[in-house]
């Protein structure tokens, strides 16, 4: 049975739910011992940190993500706060990103309690860092957050993607823009990009080629 600590762990690092839809996507795995979970759970922070390979990470295909600075150039590194993400999806891009969706890493936090850790990045649509356009260019308007966790207690790694107040963004300055997002940000709201993160966080948790230590 889950404890009050292990359901609660995290849970400050999540934006609260006021308007539009929320999403959820859980994984778990259980390993031999606390030892082994602290060991692999250095393995699936890196991962939740390590944007431009999300696509190898999940199992199934997904939208193509890079991580730039805060200027939009493609940077080969961890992500840090203040960070963007450039996401080419499936289908039309937006003239407002220029073919691409922006989100911007507002906040990485650790937290680190009595057998149990969690590290949480929380990102939000953003205007496209590498022009002069200041209108969100996601199609999802910038109310939206997803909040991607990464959470230990004991021998039980989690990962999860919590995406809250989910609305088409319509306001972007461009009729077509307002028009594909509205499709798209629909579909999300349909549940349609659920299975992207349930690909993802299962795929930060696969621990193919991990030796447990053995008694």
Do not use: C
């Amino acid at each position: 049975m889950e404890s009050n600590m292990e359901n609660e762990l995290g849970n400050e690092h999540v934006p609260d739910q006021q308007t539009g839809t929320e999403m959820n996507a859980v994984e778990k795995i259980e390993l031999a011992s606390e030892a082994d979970a602290k060991r692999f759970f250095e393995t699936v922070k890196s991962r939740l940190l390590d944007i431009n390979h999300w696509s190898e990470f999940a199992s199934v295909p997904m939208s193509a993500f890079s991580l730039t600075d805060a200027q939009g150039i493609p940077v080969q590194r961890k992500a840090t706060n203040g960070d963007y993400i450039k996401i080419d999806i499936p289908g039309p891009g937006s003239k407002t990103g220029e073919g691409n969706d922006w989100v911007i890493i507002e906040q990485i936090r650790e937290e680190v309690q009595d057998g149990a850790e969690v590290l949480s990045m929380t990102v939000r649509p953003a205007a496209n860092p590498s022009n002069d356009d200041d209108h969100t260019a996601h199609f999802l308007s910038d109310e939206a957050t997803s909040t991607f966790q990464v959470k230990r207690f004991e021998n039980v790694i989690s990962a999860e993607e919590h995406g809250r107040n989910e609305v088409p963004n319509t306001d972007t300055g461009h009729t077509m823009d307002n028009i594909r997002n509205t499709f798209v940000g629909w579909g999300a709201k349909l549940g349609f990009s659920y299975p992207q993160w349930k690909s993802l966080v299962s795929g930060l948790l696969n621990n193919t080629g991990f030796h447990e230590t053995k008694d």
